[in-house]
């Protein structure tokens, strides 16, 4: 019965060190959060207003771009963002889900690009033709890897190595909802906006200059964008990951400290017990 008290106390130890730790890195989680959706809601306006600008622009029909250019699809690239690091639930898994799944429905040649040490990991785990990899974020401010990965993916495109590049990540909406995402990069997808009529432009520069000029700004935003939302959809999985497990451990503690009241008092009773039959011996003689 010692032998169980001290088993039950080790335990309870062991948890609540446990969770210790798990709290800490919420806290730590929520204030990266905190920091990241502040730049990324600041630049939400900005990023779709271009977006919109982009989409205007490519509807005009006359108006030509490698960029806007749909070719006979002989190699397709795969830009998969996901995490560095783990302890947030099933964040990196899915992602690689959606873009494994994508992979597989391919029927031409398909190389994979990868951002955080997490998909780089899944890919070469999965065997697929990874032929760049990079690092995650360091943090929000961190805007050279996107203009590096920016400048990859383009010039891959532009070279003819392939004729569709993909992205596949996870898009911050709220802290408890951030989706994955399958979206087509280049070539950007001529589409009317609903409800309006063709716009009518005059261009100044002329349209040609112009769009060599905002196509591949456009571009670049739009990875930049990928890789904040990623980021910050990673800080809201790891901090709601390690607030289940704060509260789980809370749970555990308690269920363990039953445990242990439980057996003291059996124990104690044990012990009365003897007494009494020692007493009760004692007077029989």
Partial sequence: MALNLRVLRRKIRTVRHIQQITRAMNLVAAAKLSR????????RSYYERLRQV???????????????????????????????RGLCGGFNSS??????????????????MTVGSR????????????????????????????????????GTYEQGEVEVVQAVYADFVSVV?????????????????????????????????LLSWLLPRAVDAE????????????????????????DNAEDMIEDLTRQLNRARQEEITAELLDVVSGAQAVGEE
């Fill in 223 to 246: 990875i930049r964008r990928i890789l904040l939302a990623t980021h910050t959809a990673e800080q809201a999985a790891r901090m709601m990951a390690m607030r289940a497990a704060t």
């Fill in 119 to 154: 998909m780089e990991r899944l890919a070469r785990r999965a065997t697929v033709d990874l032929v760049r990899a990079w690092p995650g974020l360091s943090g929000p401010q961190d805007a050279g890897l996107a203009a590096e990965i920016a400048s990859v993916v383009r």
């Fill in 95 to 112: 992602i690689w889900e959606s873009a494994a799944e994508y992979i597989a429905s391919q029927t031409v040649a398909t190389r994979v």
């Fill in 36 to 43: 990241a959706q502040q730049i990324v809601q600041a630049g």
């Fill in 54 to 84: 982009t989409e205007h622009v490519a509807a005009v029909g006359e108006l030509d771009h490698p960029y806007l250019q749909a070719q006979q699809v002989n190699a397709v690239a795969v830009l998969v963002v996901g995490g560095d």
């Fill in 177 to 209: 909802r951030h989706p994955v995402r399958n979206e087509q990069l280049l070539p950007i997808v001529r589409q009317g906006i609903a409800g309006e009529r063709e716009a009518e432009y005059l261009f100044e520069p002329p349209a040609e200059q």
